[in-house]
């Protein structure tokens, strides 16, 4: 382990999920751009978002649609995860949350792209989100006390 991360652990789930977003940017790539041609997908700016809509299978709109969920919720996570850097936070306790929401974004993204069931997916996406109010609530009481 780098003298960095060691000291700033935080920094790992950050750049874990940055990597995991651009996973999923090739995702997308990989599944639009042979479909774009093969469902006769015009780039003219006034309808190609309209006939992407139309035509293109779910299944590839899948990935487009889960790249666009980690640019959303995911910014606050680098948020705090700078935060609690600068504020010196290392512990494991800390750490493991962090990680267990990247794991969880991980799991999300999967569903998402795959079966894109909702059932299975809302659950995810919900614990996601109580380890991220965890992390934001924990920065917080940093600031306040």
Do not use: C
């Amino acid at each position: 382990m780098s003298a960095l991360l060691h000291n700033k652990p935080l920094l790992g789930p950050l750049v874990g999920l940055n990597i995991w977003t651009f996973a999923m940017e090739f995702l997308l790539y990989k599944r639009r751009i042979p479909a774009l041609s093969k469902y006769n997908i015009t780039f003219d700016p006034a309808t190609v978002k309209k006939q992407k809509a139309e035509k293109l299978p779910a299944f590839v709109q899948w990935p487009a649609d889960n790249f666009n969920n980690l640019l959303e919720q995911p910014t606050q996570f680098y948020g705090i995860m700078l935060g609690l850097t600068m504020m010196g936070v290392r512990d494991k306790r800390t750490v493991g949350v962090a990680w267990t929401y990247v794991g969880l974004r991980l799991m999300h993204s999967i569903i998402h792209v795959s079966t894109n069931n909702p059932a299975i997916r809302f659950p995810v996406f919900a614990a996601s989100s109580l380890a991220l109010f965890g992390l934001t609530v924990q920065a917080a009481w940093m600031l306040i006390f």
